[in-house]
T-cell receptor
Framework: SAVISQKPSRDICQRGTSLTIQCQVDSQVTMMFWYRQQPGQSLTLIATANQGSEATYESGFVIDKFPISRPNLTFSTLTVSNMSPEDSSIYLC??????????FGSGTRLTVV | TQLLEQSPQFLSIQEGENLTVYCNSSSVFSSLQWYRQEPGEGPVLLVTVVTGGEVKKLKRLTFQFGDARKDSSLHITAAQPGDTGLYLCAGARAAGNKLTFGGGTRVLVKP
C-alpha cells in the first residue's frame, strides 16, 4: 500500500498567521483527502483534493480558510489561513477508496496561541 | 447528529477481558471499515467488510457487518495493553469514495 509522508508533525502558531501542511505520496493517486480531528474527537472531512481541478469542500469548510493545492498525482498541501485558537486540531491527509480502505498520514498537530 | 453512532465512547478493562464496540446507523453502507489510532499517529486500517452478514477474524479481533449493512461490531478476545487506542468505524456510501466516520471508542486495557 502507498506510504504518505506528512509534515510538519506539529507546530505552534500565532493567531492571524497561516500554516501550510504538506503530504507526499510514494505513488500516484487520483484523489487525496484532508481531514480535521479536534482533540479527543473523530475525523471530519475538510475537502477532496483532485489533481488538475479545484478541491471539493465539505459543508462548513471554505477555500479562503483552507486553500488546497494538488500540483501533481503524488503531492498535496493544505493551508490553514488566518488562524484562531479554534483551529487547534490534528490535520490528516489520506488516500484510498471506500471499498478497500484508506491510508492516512501521521498527522499534523496544530496549536494556535 | 453523527451518521454513524459508536458505543460505548470509552471502555476501560483489565488485560485478559473481552470487549465489544458497536457502530450503528440508519443508513445503508456499501462497505464499512474499522481503524485503530494511537496517539501521535494517523488511523490504521484494521479491516473492510462489504457483504451483509460478513464476519472477519484478525487474530483476536472479530468484525461483523450487519445483514442490512447498517451496523457493525468489533469484538476483541483476551484484550492486551497493546490493544489500547481509539477505535473508529467508517462507512462508504454507494456513490463516491468519501468516508463517514463514527465518533470513536477510546479503549484502555490495563495490565
Amino acid at each position: 500500500s502507498a506510504v504518505i509522508s506528512q509534515k510538519p508533525s506539529r507546530d505552534i502558531c500565532q493567531r492571524g498567521t497561516s500554516l501550510t501542511i504538506q503530504c507526499q505520496v510514494d505513488s500516484q493517486v487520483t484523489m487525496m483527502f484532508w481531514y480535521r480531528q479536534q482533540p479527543g474527537q473523530s475525523l471530519t472531512l475538510i475537502a477532496t483534493a483532485n489533481q488538475g481541478s479545484e478541491a471539493t469542500y465539505e459543508s462548513g469548510f471554505v477555500i479562503d480558510k483552507f486553500p488546497i493545492s494538488r500540483p501533481n498525482l503524488t503531492f498535496s498541501t493544505l493551508t490553514v489561513s488566518n488562524m484562531s485558537p479554534e483551529d487547534s486540531s490534528i490535520y490528516l491527509c489520506s488516500l484510498g477508496t471506500g471499498a478497500y480502505g484508506y491510508t492516512f498520514g501521521s498527522g499534523t498537530r496544530l496549536t494556535v496561541v | 447528529t453523527q451518521l454513524l453512532e459508536q458505543s460505548p465512547q470509552f471502555l476501560s478493562i483489565q488485560e485478559g477481558e473481552n470487549l465489544t464496540v458497536y457502530c450503528n446507523s440508519s443508513s445503508v453502507f456499501s462497505s464499512l471499515q474499522w481503524y485503530r489510532q494511537e496517539p501521535g499517529e494517523g488511523p490504521v486500517l484494521l479491516v473492510t467488510v462489504v457483504t451483509g452478514g460478513e464476519v472477519k477474524k484478525l487474530k483476536r479481533l472479530t468484525f461483523q457487518f450487519g445483514d442490512a449493512r447498517k451496523d457493525s461490531s468489533l469484538h476483541i478476545t483476551a484484550a492486551q495493553p497493546g490493544d489500547t487506542g481509539l477505535y473508529l468505524c467508517a462507512g462508504a456510501r454507494a456513490a463516491g469514495n468519501k468516508l463517514t466516520f463514527g465518533g470513536g471508542t477510546r479503549v484502555l486495557v490495563k495490565p
